[in-house]
């Protein structure tokens, strides 16, 4: 079993900042890309931010400059710093990972978490 446990969503005011955590854990040999996507009522779902195993990073341009995302290896987690958050930024954000796994070690397989609500009051 493999899990994405995402945590660090809330409400905040316009102008406020969080930060969103997700670990991975479970039966995984390695994990490749992680990012993070959003949804928002009534909006398809969206890529937020990626970053891969060696560092490579990705941004949606209307997060650039204001969300920064970061990984630990070791401890198999991404994270996302989100500055200047506005009301356009409310969503259910997901975690995701490309991962190899011990029931499927030689298909690079993604998993979602589960999704954390971010909304941002103005």
């Known amino acids: 079993q493999v899990q994405l446990v995402e945590s660090g969503g809330g409400l905040v005011q316009a102008g406020g900042s969080l930060r969103l955590s997700c670990a991975a854990s479970g039966s995984i040999i390695s994990i490749n890309a992680m990012g993070w996507y959003r949804q928002a009522p009534g909006k398809q779902r969206e890529l937020v931010a990626a970053i891969t195993r060696g560092g490579a990073i990705n941004y949606a341009d209307s997060v650039k400059g204001r969300f920064t995302i970061s990984r630990d290896n070791a401890k198999n987690t991404v994270y996302l710093q989100m500055n200047s958050l506005n009301p356009e930024d409310t969503a259910v954000y997901y975690c995701?990972?490309?991962?190899?796994?011990?029931?499927?070690?030689?298909?690079?397989?993604?998993?979602w978490g589960q999704g954390t609500q971010v909304t941002v009051s103005s």
């Open positions: 995701n990972a490309e991962m190899f796994v011990r029931d499927s070690i030689y298909t690079l397989n993604t998993y």
